[in-house]
T-cell receptor, first 113, second 110 residues
Framework: NAGVTQTPKFQVLKTGQSMTLQCAQD?????MSWYRQDPGMGLRLIHY???????DQGEVPNGYNVSRSTTEDFPLRLLSAAPSQTSVYFC????????????FGPGTRLTVT | DQQVKQNSPSLSVQEGRISILNCDYT??????FLWYKKYPAEGPTFLIS?????DKNEDGRFTVFLNKSAKHLSLHIVPSQPGDSAVYFC?????????FGAGTRLTVKP
């Protein structure tokens, strides 16, 4: 099992550009989520999904879109990047919902200039 | 507002001694608490958890204590090993909403 994979590992964007961060898991987990990690802030939940076709907002959803067309994939879209979105992004999945142990991907470091 | 707080950004202990990492929370609706460990350039990995109906959970060298009246939990690592050096995140959750603390960097010196 590869677990949770994320691409790309690093990305630099200019303000106003759009991009999609990819996330995939091969553990057949129903629950998937996206977090961002900023210095002094810990990890903050952006969006989550409890199954294919079902998504919901987390603590900091503004500026991000998600969709869940398959169990395996949960992409995160930045529609118009802003410097405030410079962060490290982690995707995670769980077989028991968002309240319990989650398996995290290696992260994507995004810089918006 | 930060509902989960780790007030010590860093902690340094000697190999073989006890490491105690602390965490405070404000939301009494949290019903599950977790600790994650993170190495540089990797994602967090789950370490240990505790339900709000318990006050202690032990797994090998790791023990988590929960004091609901004080809204406080702690992670004890005994004995500490150099490989335990990492950033430790406390997390608290209720119904798909998981909140993390800012992390404590633990350094275990040989």
């Amino acid at each position: 099992n590869a677990g949770v994979t994320q691409t790309p590992k690093f990305q630099v964007l200019k303000t106003g550009q759009s991009m999609t961060l990819q996330c995939a898991q091969d553990m057949n987990h129903e629950y998937m989520s996206w977090y961002r990690q900023d210095p002094g802030m810990g990890l903050r939940l952006i969006h989550y999904s409890v199954g294919a076709g079902i998504t919901d907002q987390g603590e900091v959803p503004n500026g991000y879109n998600v969709s869940r067309s398959t169990t395996e994939d949960f992409p995160l879209r930045l529609l118009s990047a802003a410097p405030s979105q410079t962060s490290v992004y982690f995707c995670a999945s769980s077989n028991s919902g968002g309240s319990y142990e989650q398996y995290f991907g290696p992260g994507t470091r995004l810089t918006v200039t | 507002d930060q509902q989960v707080k780790q007030n010590s950004p860093s902690l340094s202990v000697q190999e073989g001694r006890i490491s105690i990492l602390n965490c405070d929370y404000t939301n009494s609706m949290f019903d599950y608490f977790l600790w994650y460990k993170k190495y540089p350039a990797e994602g967090p990995t789950f370490l240990i958890s505790i339900s709000s109906i318990k006050d202690k959970n032990e797994d090998g060298r790791f023990t988590v204590f929960l004091n609901k009246s004080a809204k406080h939990l702690s992670l004890h690592i005994v004995p500490s090993q150099p490989g335990d050096s990492a950033v430790y995140f406390c997390a608290a959750s209720t119904y798909n909403d998981m909140r993390f603390g800012a992390g404590t960097r633990l350094t275990v010196k040989p």
